[in-house]
């Protein structure tokens, strides 16, 4: 069995599928590895060191479908696939955006090729291959700490106000950076238990989501994070055209959610917007890349449990 990893082809995407340390612990059980080269530039892992830890380089994509069993990436090829050497029995495993891409994996599937969705693996499965939960956990520091590089930069004579719509791994992760910075933090859940964790990471209210509208009309919001999304499925709207209108001018939105439909109905997918009212919308799918050598390291371990589990 070959499992092949392919180099990063999505925007500024610098994460790699395999590190050179989960390529020797594939190769001690008995896989073969070949990898696009170039594969870990991005995230500092040169060609050098997956030839030490065992993996075959090979010059292009085409290469890696010719070659491999099982398929890494990150984000799926912006190249077509139909374009590559596939073949009946290959299976694509990596983050699958299932939602947009519905009808090109059930053409996959109809040739033969299965595709492995991260976004599809239990949440709280306790299993290694819950690679979802760690891009998360990144994905809600970094959404925050660039949410707050949006907002305008006077002096402030009190702390942000921050709203977090969502209680999974991103928002959690988010309520813990903005209680860190000294924000006062009200969290939004739809589960009762919610409640119990928001408060942990820092919230200093926690509401359900139809307290949201007498909240930003009542209160002045700085900085919503919108993380309320279960995974395989679309995001709620949960800012709409009245909570909009209830921020003030100047507040930022980082959208989550975008990928699956969106939590803000102004969110635009890999763009920031300013709305006629001054509010700032922002989303982009891969706020991890920003982070890609501690990103990689966890979507690697993740990655090496699926290939391993496939091949048992």
């Known amino acids: ?21 989960d390529v020797r612990r594939l190769r001690a059980a008995g896989l073969g590895v070949v990898v696009e080269a170039a594969a870990g530039a991005g995230a500092g892992f040169d060609d050098r060191a997956y030839e030490r830890a065992g993996a075959r380089l090979v010059a292009d ?3 890696v479908f010719e070659s491999a069993d099982l398929i890494a990436w990150v984000k799926p090829p912006v190249y077509q696939l139909d374009s590559m050497p596939l073949r009946y029995g290959q299976v694509l495993i990596g983050f699958q955006d299932p939602i947009v891409r519905a009808e090109r994996i059930a053409w996959l599937r109809e040739r033969g090729v299965e595709s492995v969705a991260f976004e599809q693996v239990p949440a709280d499965s306790g299993s290694d291959t819950d690679a979802l939960s760690a891009m998360s956990r990144i994905a809600g520091v970094i959404a925050y700490a660039e949410g707050r590089g949006l907002l305008a930069g006077e002096p402030r004579d009190q702390p942000l106000r921050t709203l977090v719509l969502g209680c999974g791994h991103a928002g959690l992760a988010a309520l813990g950076a903005a209680a ?10 739809h589960r009762a238990p919610q409640r119990d964790s928001a408060m942990a990471h820092g919230a200093a209210r926690f509401l359900r989501d139809s307290e949201i509208s007498a909240l930003l009309e009542q209160e002045r919001i700085d900085l919503v994070i919108c993380a309320a999304v279960r995974r395989g499925e679309r995001a709620p709207v949960v800012l709409g055209a009245r909570e909009l209108a209830a921020l003030p001018s100047g507040a930022v939105v980082v959208d989550l959610a975008g990928k699956a439909g969106g939590n803000c109905v102004a969110t635009v997918l890999h763009t920031t917007v300013t709305l006629p009212g001054g509010v700032i919308v922002t989303h982009r799918s891969n706020y991890p890349a920003r982070e890609p050598v501690a990103a990689s390291h966890a979507y690697s371990a993740a990655v090496a449990a699926m290939l391993l589990s496939r091949t048992h």
């Open 180 to 189: 860190r910075h000294g924000d006062e933090v009200i969290a939004v859940g």
């Open 1 to 21: 069995m070959i499992a092949g990893v392919l180099r990063e082809t999505a925007a500024d995407e610098r994460r790699v599928a395999l590190t050179p340390d």
């Open 61 to 63: 994509p085409a290469m």
